[in-house]
């Protein structure tokens, strides 16, 4: 009978990796929900006038779901890479936090002149919201599925 290998000792770089793995995942939730907020007024238009160095949102035609896509798509890739590195299931749960918060001030909160930075008629901006945290919940949901690993 094949006798298993005895799991290798830990490198002493492994501490670093996860808390680097963790770290990325952190700026990557930041960053990738700023484009999401910038994109959800992409406009049909704006595919040609933003090369003239016309802000966002400024064309005319109708408004594009590409932040909806970008949302699921980077929350998902966000979730595995901290999961990934990290080898922890809790991993996920500071870029989730972040990028929940990040969304929920940008909805309730008014610029000076009065207005909030994400209206309540851009529904753009609330299905990403919806569908970007949906994303991270799945990805935790499977992870439960999964079960505890054995060692």
Do not use: C
């Amino acid at each position: 009978m094949i006798q298993p290998e005895p799991p290798a000792a830990p490198s002493k770089w492994e501490p670093v990796i996860r808390v680097s793995g963790l770290l990325v995942a952190i700026v990557a939730a930041l960053v990738t929900g700023v484009l999401e907020l910038l994109l959800t007024t992409l406009r049909w238009g704006d595919l040609a006038t933003i090369w003239r160095g016309d802000p966002i949102g400024s064309g005319s035609g109708p408004v594009l779901g590409v932040s909806i896509l970008f949302a699921v798509v980077a929350n998902w890739a966000i979730a595995w890479f901290a999961v990934s590195t990290t080898g922890r299931r809790w991993a996920l749960g500071p870029p989730w936090a972040l990028w929940t918060l990040m969304m929920l001030f940008a909805a309730g909160v008014r610029t000076h002149e009065g207005d909030y930075l994400l209206g309540g008629e851009d529904w753009i901006a609330l299905v990403m919201i919806l569908a970007g945290s949906l994303t991270f919940a799945v990805f935790t949901y499977r992870q439960i599925l999964k079960g505890i690993p054995r060692r």
